[in-house]
């Protein structure tokens, strides 16, 4: 285990036209308890004032030491996430978007929880810039790497090791092109097993239709819970929605054949995606079986062993098409 002296931390931002909000969030990384070794912020080629402020408080923050890059020409997020994180000298990154706002104990105890595994990740709560109610569910969610398979967590969450980086496959291959970093970095440390959860709000995310994460959920949260919702729309995107979710499948299972953990884990999840691609009718009550079996890892939180948790494990193999209902290819 790495000792607590020895737990430095490297602070990686990516900015792209984020003047409006910037400051609140540098100053949030200011006010953190626990030094920071560094603060890696790159920028993609900002037509704002975005680089003006961050000039300025490395004028002004001499004991924090902020290493500012810009980017010649632009990257996109994932690809200077992953650039930027690759700079990094610390034992841990704590990612950090340009627009949200730290808890001051953010870091401190995500490097307090982390011990000796991959991924730390905390809560965080959504605000509007506009005043809209935003949902928040506080229940503890499933890290399993079965879970991972269909949904992800958000970058700004986490605090990870710097070993995880070395985890991932250095080849090419679609799903490192084609998802977002921060899905990559859970799947990989979900297939080691290895994601602590802090019970804990330790960031506000802000919400407001010009960030890079946002997508249009007007009155998602409370249809999203509604079983009878999430059926229909499962039946009225059938062929779409399995074909975006399959495509997944095949690209992930091939990104975790090349993760090679020894985990069991990992072969679970291989197995489930089969199961899932598969035509053979036997192999879809195989897939029924195992999402009964494995219900309490599957959805986003650990259900009681009610009659609506059966009921949702004997439907999963076609309501999990759900989890895909944001993706680029069905917004059109």
Not at 50 to 76: A, E, F, Q, W
Not at 82 to 95: D, E, H, L, S
Not at 129 to 138: I, K
């Amino acid at each position: 285990m790495i000792q607590e002296s020895n737990k430095t931390v490297s602070v990686v931002m990516c900015t792209y036209n984020g003047a409006q909000y910037l400051r609140e969030q540098l100053d949030s990384l200011m006010g953190q308890t626990y030094p920071l070794h560094e603060i890696i912020i790159q920028d993609d080629g900002s037509t704002d004032e975005t680089v003006d402020i961050i000039k300025s408080y490395c004028d002004v923050t001499p004991d924090v030491h902020i290493r500012l890059y810009v980017n010649k020409v632009r990257m996109g997020s994932t690809p200077n996430f992953y650039n930027a994180m690759r700079k990094a000298t610390g034992n841990f990154i704590a990612i950090c978007d340009q627009d949200d706002i730290w808890e001051p104990c953010k870091v401190e105890h995500q490097v307090q929880a982390i011990g000796d595994k991959l991924l730390c990740v905390a809560h965080t709560k959504p605000f509007s810039v506009t005043g809209e109610a935003m949902h928040f569910d506080g229940r503890v969610p499933n890290c399993n790497l079965l879970r991972m398979c269909v949904t992800s967590m958000e970058g700004h969450r986490m605090l990870i090791s710097r070993k995880l980086l070395d985890l991932m496959p250095q080849h090419s291959c679609n799903y490192l092109r084609e998802r977002n970093y921060d899905g990559v970095l859970a799947v990989t440390a979900a297939a080691f097993d290895s994601i602590v959860y802090v019970d804990e709000v330790l960031s506000h995310w802000r919400r407001y239709p010009q960030a890079t994460s946002y997508v249009a959920r007007k009155n998602d949260a409370a249809s999203a819970n509604s079983a009878l919702y999430r059926l229909k729309w499962c039946l009225m995107n059938y062929g779409r929605a399995g074909e975006v979710m399959n495509n997944h499948y095949r690209d992930l299972t091939e990104y975790l054949q090349a993760v090679n953990s020894p985990h069991p884990i990992s072969d679970e999840a291989i197995r489930y995606m089969a199961l899932q691609l598969s035509h053979n009718p036997l192999d879809k009550i195989r897939l029924v079986n195992f999402c009964v079996k494995n219900r309490r890892r599957l959805f986003y939180a650990a259900d009681d062993d009610s009659w609506k948790s059966l009921a949702s494990a004997l439907t999963f193999p076609l309501t999990n098409r759900f989890a895909f209902r944001y993706r680029p290819e069905l917004q059109q």
